[in-house]
T-cell receptor, first 114, second 110 residues
Framework: ETGVTQTPRHLVMGMTNKKSLKCEQH?????MYWYKQSAKKPLELMFVYSLEERVENNSVPSRFSPECPNSSHLFLHLHTLQPEDSALYLC?????????????FGPGTRLTVL | SQQGEEDPQALSIQEGENATMNCSYK?????LQWYRQNSGRGLVHLILIRSNEREKHSGRLRVTLDTSKKSSSLLITASRAADTASYFC??????????FGAGTTVTVRA
């Protein structure tokens, strides 16, 4: 888990709160990803950043706002979430060279929206 | 959108037995990857097989790829209790996306 770290590991928030998830990678990779994992559903790709530029936004509601200030850090800012947004949020990084290679995942943030 | 689909959804085996799971996908790929996830944790990369490869081994893992049938299989030999986890296949094309299936839940009984 030391390659990709995520904080916090658990988060409980009300629908009117604003919070942020943080991801840090120590692997020198050039691409970072946010995924949402809900029970009994495949991983859903939310955002992709390559060299700090967003290259993919998978029709994610605007209440999720990503930020990538540098190639090692990725944030997911949350505001006015809904109970159905409760899920495990996973960050990953990889070295993108003519296609996606091995992705390294963080341990995830378990989010509960009340 | 979901690209890979694993089969079966769940598998229960005795320690020491082999476990086989399959993955089918719809469009052309650059590579196919298998990941393991222990309950509520992050995914761990197991093996990557490129579209021009047919078989790959890593320890007790054997992966095959048949691009004509758009399918792959993951074999875990001599299973152990620690192999209990969910296993996901993921397909990569030439963009930034890695498309995951819904996974196979493997339970290894002692």
């Amino acid at each position: 888990e030391t390659g990709v770290t995520q904080t916090p590991r658990h988060l409980v928030m009300g629908m009117t709160n604003k919070k942020s998830l943080k991801c840090e990678q120590h692997l020198g990779h050039n691409a970072m990803y946010w995924y949402k994992q809900s029970a009994k559903k495949p991983l859903e790709l939310m955002f992709v950043y390559s060299l700090e530029e967003r290259v993919e936004n998978n029709s994610v509601p605007s209440r999720f706002s990503p930020e990538c200030p540098n190639s090692s850090h990725l944030f997911l800012h949350l505001h006015t979430l809904q109970p159905e947004d409760s899920a495990l949020y996973l960050c990953a990084s990889s070295q993108f060279v003519q296609g996606v290679g091995e992705q390294f995942f963080g341990p995830g943030t378990r989010l509960t929206v009340l | 959108s979901q690209q890979g689909e694993e089969d079966p959804q769940a598998l229960s085996i005795q320690e020491g037995e082999n476990a086989t799971m399959n993955c089918s996908y719809k469009t052309s790929i650059n590579n196919l990857q298998w990941y393991r996830q222990n309950s509520g944790r992050g995914l761990v990369h197991l093996i990557l097989i490129r579209s021009n490869e047919r078989e790959k081994h890593s320890g007790r893992l054997r992966v095959t790829l048949d691009t004509s049938k758009k399918s792959s299989s993951l074999l875990i030999t001599a299973s152990r209790a620690a192999d209990t986890a969910s296993y996901f296949c993921a397909t990569a094309s030439n963009d930034y996306k890695l498309s995951f299936g819904a996974g196979t839940t493997v339970t290894v009984r002692a």
